[in-house]
Nanobody, 115 residues
């Protein structure tokens, strides 16, 4: 079992910067990959970025060059560094962990980018 605790959301002006954190606990060695998803009002949840246990990263095209996903040395915390934020980035952001068998989700954190 894996538990995910997110932090770092809030309100920011367009063009600003924000960093989200997700701390994993429990059977962290079962995690194959971690990522961030987001869901805007009236939209479906979409993948933002992922990082594998080997450090391979992947990003949705709309955030490429602006967002960076990373992990700590113990591989139990994942970060999402968000630069040059746009109003279209406004959404609830969810941390995700995938064991290959079970998918775990954080509680979600609101990110609001004002124009």
């Amino acid at each position: 079992q894996v538990q995910l605790v997110e932090s770092g959301g809030g309100l920011v002006q367009a063009g600003g910067t924000m960093r989200l954190s997700c701390a994993a606990s429990g059977n962290i060695f079962s995690i194959n990959s971690m990522g961030w998803y987001r869901q805007a009002p009236e939209n479906q949840r979409e993948l933002v970025a992922t990082i594998t246990s080997g450090g391979k990263t992947n990003y949705v095209d709309s955030v490429k060059g602006r967002f960076t996903i990373s992990r700590d040395n113990a591989q139990n915390t994942v970060y999402l560094q968000m630069n040059s934020l746009k109003p279209d980035d406004t959404a609830v952001y969810y941390c995700n962990a995938d064991s290959g068998v079970t998918v775990y989700w954080g509680q979600g954190t609101q990110v609001t980018v004002s124009s």
